[in-house]
């Protein structure tokens, strides 16, 4: 027996595969692994097969090419099987990715000795992005080359993820609310109704510096909205504004059978508004005090700061019977951190250098929805549930 590798390349027309597969059989030829793209209507089919020796029935094979006016080319290569080798995803995202951005990418995971199986293009807009399945190789290296990659090309977005039965299952989704659910920050909002707009950035500002801590802002913050009533609450609601993507995002999560939880150190008024909103299971943040239709300055219940997220994100996948490692988690603040290192999968979405160091990957586009190419969902599967079942 011997081992021969079938290159078909051609105008994709149908019924290509079917006659290729009874050719081969016809030569009793064992087939041993397949694999087939089409681009641009461009085809290229790789077919392994094993057949006998002295076996000169591989002219059929250069007869169907000739027939199909096909590209047939045929390589004897080792019987051995390919050696398995722990296999990841690198996932590129960018407005652009231009040649020069995608030569640095590769470079890079060259330069860690790991090797580029497969390429997948998963969308062109909002985003151009590739998935790039490799085996091989040190992946701490590659990953540390990634990142040097990412950091001088700013416009293109790196992620790296073990390629496992974990990165398939991702079942839970929590997200941070301001500045990447929305692209408001609510105190903010609240603030301008207030008329004390800069005072409240003042000690955002302090809170940021290290000088004042988290609860004690956000109490020295809530303090000065003392008054504030229902009318101002519902002003403020009209602001806000979703991040581009956002209903996408959780509409897809929904029809993918991903439970999504929001969780934001804001405000319940708007959380649980939002919650209805886009169909998202779970919720927890801040509650404010109101007395007579009017806001008292006060916070009731517990604070929800950097602790009570991470813990958030345990208590919702225990609930919904989810292992933490099949867990994602997004956000882009230092009250993140926690939840973002503890998930299964961590994504730093527009956020602090400080963030993104933590995080398992980090995006920079502006589109939430973008953070489904790290799930492995492309644009053509969102437009085709779209199609099928409009919200």
């Known amino acids: 027996m011997h081992t021969v590798l079938v290159r078909v390349s051609g105008a994709d027309e149908l019924g290509i595969s079917a006659e290729l597969f ?59 099987p390919t050696e398995y080798r722990q296999p990841y995803v690198i996932t590129l995202i960018g407005e652009v990715l231009t040649p020069s951005e995608l030569n640095a990418a590769t470079i890079a995971i060259a330069n860690g000795k790991g090797n580029i199986d497969r390429i997948v293009r998963l969308s062109r807009y909002p985003v151009m992005s590739y998935e790039l399945s490799v085996s091989g190789g040190d992946i701490g290296k590659v990953r540390e080359n990634l990142m040097n990659v990412a950091s001088s090309h700013a416009s293109m ?22 500045s990447t659910l929305i692209q408001d920050e609510v105190i903010d909002l609240l603030a301008a109704q207030a008329g004390c707009l800069d005072q409240v950035a003042a000690i955002t500002q302090l809170a940021m510096e290290g000088k004042i801590e988290f609860g004690e802002a956000l109490r020295q913050r809530v303090a000065l909205l003392s008054g504030l009533d229902e009318l101002a609450l519902e002003r403020a609601w009209r602001e806000l504004t979703l991040t581009p993507g956002a209903r996408t995002f959780c509409r897809t999560l929904g029809r993918l059978g991903y439970t999504t939880a929001i969780v934001s150190g804001g405000f319940t008024i708007f959380t649980e508004r939002l919650r ?27 604070l929800v700061d950097r602790q009570a997220k991470a813990a958030f994100l345990h208590e919702v996948a225990e609930i ?29 979405f527009n956020a602090k250098p400080i963030v993104r160091d933590v995080a398992n990957a980090s995006i920079g586009v502006p589109y939430l929805d973008a953070v489904l190419f790290l799930l492995g969902v492309t644009r053509e599967e969102i437009e085709a549930a779209d199609s099928l079942d409009p919200v």
Not at 289 to 299: A, S
Request: net charge negative; aromatic share 2%.
């Open 22 to 80: 009874d050719v081969l059989a016809s030569m009793d030829a064992i087939v041993l692994d397949i694999e087939q793209v089409v681009v641009r209507r461009r085809l290229s089919l790789d077919v392994l097969i094993e057949i006998e020796d002295g076996d000169d029935a591989l002219k059929d094979l250069l007869l169907f090419g000739f027939k199909r006016n096909l590209q047939i080319d045929l390589e004897e290569v080792d019987d051995g």
């Open 157 to 178: 977005d790196v992620a790296i993820q073990p390629l496992n039965l974990s990165r398939r299952a991702k079942r839970l989704v929590v997200l941070d609310v301001d």
């Open 276 to 302: 209805k909103e886009l169909g998202i299971k779970h919720g927890r943040a801040n509650q404010l005090e109101i007395l007579d239709g009017r806001l008292t300055g006060k916070l009731v219940g517990p």
């Open 320 to 348: 919904e019977g989810v292992p933490i490692e099949q867990t994602v988690a997004v956000g882009d603040g230092a009250n993140d951190l926690d939840m973002l290192s503890q998930a299964g999968l961590g994504i730093a």
